[in-house]
């Protein structure tokens, strides 16, 4: 079983950046989709960034600052951060979607990212 694990959280001022990995345990060329999630303290997971085939999708809190990408030599696939809010905090999670039907898909653990000064 593939399994995904994030790192790259943290504490960071508005304004800063981060850029977050996710690691997969096998091949990532295998997954119909990636992507990244986040949750909020009360609020619900959220997509924050997906990528299909070749195309990216951006929540439109994000567009413009936040960049997905992915390396498949290495199994990876990152969300880079950039002028980061402190509405930005929350957990977030990658995702991959290995299958539609039947639909399978993974998470990662969750990191941490908090923007205060």
């Known amino acids: 079983q593939v399994q995904l694990v994030e790192s790259g959280g943290g504490l960071v001022q508005p304004g800063g950046s981060l850029r977050l990995s996710c690691v997969a345990s096998?091949?990532?060329?295998?997954?119909?989709?990636m992507g990244w999630y986040r949750q909020a303290p009360r609020k619900e997971r959220e997509l924050v960034a997906e990528t299909l085939g070749g195309s990216m999708k951006y929540a439109d809190s994000v567009k413009g600052r936040f960049t997905i990408s992915r390396h498949n030599a290495e199994n990876t696939f990152y969300l880079q951060m950039n002028g980061l809010k402190p509405e930005d905090t929350a957990v977030y999670y990658c995702?991959?979607?290995?299958?539609?039907?039947?639909?399978?898909?993974?998470w990662g653990q969750g990191t941490q990212v908090t923007v205060s000064s």
């Open positions: 995702n991959a979607i290995l299958s539609i039907d039947p639909f399978e898909y993974l």
């Open positions: 096998g091949n990532i060329d295998i997954f119909k989709s």
